[in-house]
């Protein structure tokens, strides 16, 4: 898995939405593309980055 911003990608992979909320690139200077070994990317705005984190330490949690 990578995770890259995307305002320091080149051209126009560097613009897109979050898969989640819709926010723009445009808006949320801090979204991250997130490529998986599928070569499947999914963006995420800065907001919806942090409660992925924030749920996925809740179910590590869960889980142990």
């Known amino acids: 898995m990578k995770l890259e911003k995307l305002c320091n990608l ?7 939405s979050c898969n989640d909320c819709n926010k723009s690139s445009k808006d949320d ?4 593309r997130i ?3 599928s070569s499947t990317s999914v963006c ?12 996925s330490m809740i179910m590590s949690e869960v889980l142990l």
């Open 10 to 16: 080149k051209g126009a992979i560097r613009f897109g």
């Open 29 to 32: 200077i801090n979204m991250v």
């Open 35 to 37: 490529t998986f070994e």
């Open 44 to 55: 995420l705005c800065n907001k919806c980055l942090n409660r992925l984190i924030q749920n």
